[in-house]
T-cell receptor, first 110, second 116 residues
């Protein structure tokens, strides 16, 4: 079973920030939080990951709470091309199997 | 290459026929993973390899499914005697060696298998 819970769906207006929450209350100290997205039926695309500090890259920002029990993925200026299913994963290493939950289906609306 | 390559893109088989899917991991990556996506959003891990050795096969069905990663060849996933329920998109992913354990897995575009 997935170790994360996410809302099944969200809408976001184009140009606005999309804030996608994830709960991982049973995360262990050496597990990272990863975010992937799947656009239509393409392969999952890596977005960002972090351990305990907030992270930012060219795609998104990841905010992890101090107790590490939840996190938020922020897409600062959502575009129509960001419409996808977003998956929050916890994993110790890149060579552990990824256990996907149902994810959040994000619809960016014009 | 810099991307995980999967062939074919689409594969149609009659029930009972064999299906074979191929995956070329990113050059230099040590780990290869196979995942099955049956319904939209539902992924299932099948098997992983560290180089040519099975690393984790806890998701692999006991019957009909087999996989290999041989040196200097694409990895393969083979389904003997396909069933309707095997219809799915099969994704391959690869990741770097354990020295880069905090990196990520990189996914291929998938092979859509349709069993009629």
């Amino acid at each position: 079973d997935a170790k994360t819970t996410q809302p099944p769906s969200m809408d976001c207006a184009e140009g606005r920030a999309a804030n996608l929450p994830c709960n991982h209350s049973t995360i262990s100290g050496n597990e990272y939080v990863y975010w992937y997205r799947q656009i239509h039926s393409q392969g999952p695309q890596y977005i960002i990951h972090g351990l305990k500090n907030n992270e930012t890259n060219e795609m998104a920002s990841l905010i992890i709470t101090e107790d590490r029990k939840s996190s938020t993925l922020i897409l600062p200026h959502a575009t129509l091309r960001d419409t996808a299913v977003y998956y929050c994963i916890v994993s110790k290493t890149s060579y552990d199997k990824v256990i996907f939950g149902p994810g959040t289906s994000l619809s960016v609306i014009p | 290459g810099e991307e995980v390559a999967q062939t074919p893109k689409h594969l149609v088989r009659g029930e009972g026929q064999k299906a074979k899917l191929y995956c070329a991991p990113i050059k230099g990556h040590s780990y290869v993973f196979w995942y099955q996506q049956v319904l939209k959003n539902e992924f299932k891990f099948l098997i992983s390899f560290q180089n040519e050795n099975v690393f984790d096969e806890t998701g692999m069905p006991k019957e009909r499914f087999s996989a290999k990663c041989l040196p200097n060849s694409p990895c393969s996933l083979e389904i003997q005697a396909t069933k309707l329920e095997d219809s799915a998109v099969y994704f391959c992913a690869s990741s770097q060696s354990a020295a880069y354990s905090t990196d990520t897995q990189y996914f291929g575009p998938g092979t859509r298998l349709t069993v009629l």
